[in-house]
T-cell receptor
């Protein structure tokens, strides 16, 4: 069975400071890893994914994530946070690309960027 | 890019009635779609996998007779909440994998309130 853990319920950061949102995963095969962001009362917006290749993945809105196989982690990072980055962030894992393969989500991390 | 559309975005219905939520892939075909439920400030809970041309696959604990799923075409899946009760009030989100399966796109979600 696959699983995702986001150890922090909330992350507070001052605007302009680096932002890190942690994620660890467990999957039997090769992981397909995703980060999504959710603003209040909205659906999920895709930020980035790791399928294969470079361990450092760059995504939307200046976010990036680093795949670390030995630590089974896929932490989301942004060098300089904006107040508008305040939202709910979800990490998700999928065991391969088949259409029927389900996404398993972490519990979510609420990010609050203070001016 | 690929877009998944949900309708309605908000619906209020009376207890005992049924309500239908539509999920459409707008510029790609999706043989599989996923339906999630999300409670306030919580993560997404997968309810079922919708399969075009065949029966949906429900997750453990989800009542298939209450949450009817129909995947009528390669671009449309519907979720019908039958005999709705106030405890069915929630945020329902659908998703569809891109062709090739490397990315999963989400709809904007549908707020259901049962009064």
């Amino acid at each position: 069975a696959q699983s995702v853990a986001q150890p922090e319920d909330q992350v507070n950061v001052a605007e302009g400071n680096p932002l890190t949102v942690k994620c660890t995963y467990s999957v039997s095969g090769n992981p397909y890893l995703f980060w999504y962001v959710q603003y209040p009362n909205r659906g999920l917006q895709f930020l980035l994914k790791y399928i294969t290749g470079d361990n450092l993945v760059k995504g939307s809105y200046g976010f990036e994530a680093e795949f670390n196989k030995s630590q089974t982690s896929f932490h989301l990072k942004k060098p300089s946070a904006l107040v508008s980055d305040s939202a709910l962030y979800f990490c998700a894992v999928r065991d391969g690309p088949a259409a029927g393969n389900k996404l398993t989500f972490g519990g979510g991390t609420r990010v609050l960027v203070k001016p | 890019g690929a877009v998944v559309s949900q309708h309605p975005s908000r619906v209020i219905c009376k207890s005992g009635t049924s309500v239908k939520i539509e999920c459409r892939s707008l510029d790609f075909q999706a043989t599989t779609m996923f339906w999630y439920r999300q409670f306030p400030k919580q993560s997404l809970m997968l309810m079922a996998t919708s399969n075009e041309g065949s029966k949906a696959t429900y997750e453990q604990g989800v009542e298939k007779d209450k949450f009817l799923i129909n995947h009528a075409s390669l671009t449309l899946s519907t979720l019908t909440v039958t005999s709705a009760h106030p405890e069915d009030s929630s945020f329902y989100i659908c998703s569809a994998p891109s062709q090739g399966g490397n990315t999963i796109y989400f709809g904007e979600g549908s707020w259901l309130t049962v009064v």
